[in-house]
């Protein structure tokens, strides 16, 4: 039996978890989305080589002792498996530009519900879901024809009741935010992304090379994501310690790539 913890990242900066650039003229570097509602995640992989390289560098702890011995060249059976087991991380709340807010945070019921699902064991949350549209009470939306309404880039979004959120949140402070349908929330993720143009310059001079251009995408600053962790005993759940010292747990991290030009900037807290 697994011994359960999660972990919360909010992004301090566009977080890009995908595609690198390559040569080809036009080339798109998408990031990794979660097939169902084609939003953004970070897979286990990138969670669990950025917390070993953290750790590598540390004096007095082995990286090798929590998440696997390295293969080693014409050695057999070299490899260990990782004491710390981690899925991929979802998007909780996705920051999203509405004219007059000018930010509303939104979810869908499939990313709450698997919040639910991975916060349960030591966070207390309704049994229910919010119903489709609901608003939290701090958004103030307009009332057009007798009816609150959110204007997106792709048309006005109809509001349902209000209700406080505040429980969705992991940090407690409720936000303006509101809950669409799963199969809303793809469009709307897509409408939200951070994106830029990069170019590959000369050496020599200040000129595009050969007209290459390199378009990246990137979740938005102050998007909030979980993912789950497991240990297979208590006790090293206690004594694991990832930023260090198993007494911290919260630290700042970068993930993904681009990190020189300040893209994967988090704040990463752990709850066990």
Request: net charge negative; charged share 25%; with cysteine.
């Amino acid at each position: 039996m697994y011994q359960q913890a999660y972990g919360i990242i909010e992004t301090l900066s566009p977080l890009h978890v995908g595609a690198t650039a390559g040569e080809e003229s036009g080339n798109l570097n998408l990031i990794f989305r979660d097939p169902f509602t084609q939003t953004g995640i970070i897979p286990g992989s990138s969670l669990r080589g950025r917390f070993r390289a953290e750790m590598r560098f540390r004096e007095d702890q082995d990286e090798q002792y929590w998440y696997g011995h390295e293969a080693e060249p014409g050695v057999s059976d070299s490899t260990s498996e990782s004491r710390v087991k981690f899925e991929y991380a979802s998007i909780l709340w996705l920051p999203v530009f509405c004219p007059g807010q000018p930010v509303v945070w939104v979810s869908c019921p499939r990313l709450l519900q698997r919040y639910k699902r991975i916060a349960e064991t030591s966070k207390e949350l309704p049994e229910e879901l919010p119903e489709l549209y609901t608003a939290s009470e701090s958004l103030n939306a307009p009332q057009i024809d007798g009816q609150y309404k959110l204007f997106f880039n792709f048309g006005f979004l109809k509001l349902g009741q209000k209700d406080n959120l505040q429980a969705w949140f992991p940090d407690g402070q409720e936000r303006p935010a509101v809950i669409v349908a799963d199969n809303e929330i793809g469009m709307i993720h897509d409408m939200a992304l951070y994106r830029q143009s990069r170019v590959k310059l000369c050496d020599e001079e200040k000129k595009v090379e050969g007209g290459q251009f390199f378009n990246t995408e990137a979740l938005p600053e102050s998007t909030i994501m979980v993912f789950p962790v497991a240990l297979r005993r208590e006790e090293e759940l206690r004594n694991w310690p990832p930023f260090g010292d198993n007494t911290i747990n919260e630290d700042e991290m970068y993930f993904g790539g681009l990190e020189s030009i300040g893209f994967g900037h988090c704040r990463v807290k752990l709850y066990r």
